[in-house]
């Protein structure tokens, strides 16, 4: 079956601007993440869902970053006033009990977003 | 969730074993040990978890102390397409729920020919 699917692949914009990043999940997945990883560093956890309801967004850096999962499904990133610290991949991951209830966790290829 | 503390990078020659250590001193009885790893630019796998016995799959057994305090992942036979960073990351695991990992630095290994 399909994998978790992250659009777009890359995206630049210019600082100020908004973005929003899409997540599609395998399907059936109950479990949904956010995680941002700069360059060498292993992955930060900002925030996730089980179903639609964001469970914790404690790794949110600030206001300008928000998600949301309106059906429990496909979830989208978004980030108002972009700016240039904000550049990294941002991978999105799935879960759901597994034979042995592990909850492993199935990440997307992620987004590469620049920020200029 | 626990601190991890792990070898910033090893190197193991193909065909050999590689046993990756990882120090968790401060898990506490509910806390799960997972791994995963990351290859190049892909998103992280899953690999194995454990809570106290020792557990093997088809990509690698881990052996977890009898005071779980430290655990080792080993690859039993490791190949050039097994150079990756590996990560081990404890964690409650909660049932019904899912749970955020939190990665540390993580091991850089480099199987060489």
């Known amino acids: 079956g399909a994998g978790v699917s992250q659009s777009p692949r890359y995206k630049v914009t210019k600082r100020g601007q908004d973005v929003a990043l899409r997540c599609d999940p395998i399907?059936?997945?109950?479990?949904l993440y956010w995680y941002r990883q700069a360059l060498g560093q292993g992955p930060e956890f900002l925030t996730y869902?089980?179903?639609?309801?964001?469970?914790?967004k404690s790794g949110l850096p600030n206001d300008r970053f928000s998600a949301e999962r309106p059906e429990g499904s496909i979830s989208t990133l978004t980030i108002q006033r972009t700016e240039q610290r904000d550049s990294a991949m941002y991978r999105c991951a799935s879960s759901s009990p597994g034979r042995r209830g592990q909850y492993e966790q199935y990440f997307g290829p992620g987004t590469r977003l620049t920020v200029t | 969730d626990a601190k991890t503390t792990q070898p910033p990078s090893m190197d193991c020659a193909e065909g050999r074993a590689a046993n990756l250590p990882c120090n968790h001193s401060t898990i506490s009885g509910n806390e799960y040990v997972y791994w995963y790893r990351q290859i190049h630019s892909q998103g992280p796998q899953y690999i194995i978890h454990?809570?106290?016995n020792n557990e093997t799959n088809e990509m690698a057994s881990l052996i977890i102390t009898e005071d779980r305090k430290s655990s080792t992942l080993i690859l039993p036979h490791a190949t050039l397409r097994d150079t990756a960073v590996y990560y081990c990351i404890v964690r409650t695991r909660i049932y019904n729920q899912g749970g955020k990992l939190i990665f540390g630095q993580g091991t850089e290994l480099s199987v060489k020919p």
């Open positions: 869902f089980n179903y639609e309801a964001q469970q914790d």
């Open positions: 454990g809570l106290k």
């Open positions: 399907s059936g997945h109950v479990s």
